[in-house]
């Protein structure tokens, strides 16, 4: 049983948190991007990475511990994962995006 106070694992709440960011993407047919702003948050939005940010949509903050799960969970190009039990097939590609890197994950 999981409390408020109980962590999940590192890799099983990147995967968790990743799952539920994409379904708002595939909801409205649009990426996720991760733009770190800082040491210690990334920023996540909807939108269009070749678009202006001011065009791009704010979905949430996370802690940089888990955009690095995300990332060490997940791998360039292609993929096809089961989290939750749903089956999510997106890719993942760098991005350049307001002068620095940018994560974009893309409903397959």
């Not at 962590?7 to 990743?18: G, I, K, Y």
């Not at 210690?40 to 690095?68: F, Q």
């Not at 097939?89 to 994560?103: D, K, P, W």
């Amino acid at each position: 049983m999981t409390t408020n106070s109980a962590r999940l694992p590192p890799d099983v709440e990147a995967l968790s948190t990743l799952s539920e960011y994409l379904e708002r993407a595939l909801d409205k047919a649009l990426s996720l991007i991760m733009l770190r702003t800082g040491v210690e948050d990334a920023r996540l939005y909807l939108g269009d990475v070749s678009a202006p940010k001011e065009e791009w949509a704010s979905c949430g903050t996370i802690h940089r511990e888990l955009s690095d799960a995300i990332l060490v969970a997940t791998q360039s190009g292609l993929n096809h994962l089961s989290i939750d039990g749903q089956t999510y097939r997106f890719t993942r590609v760098f991005a350049q995006a307001e002068n620095r890197g940018a994560i974009v994950f893309t409903p397959a």
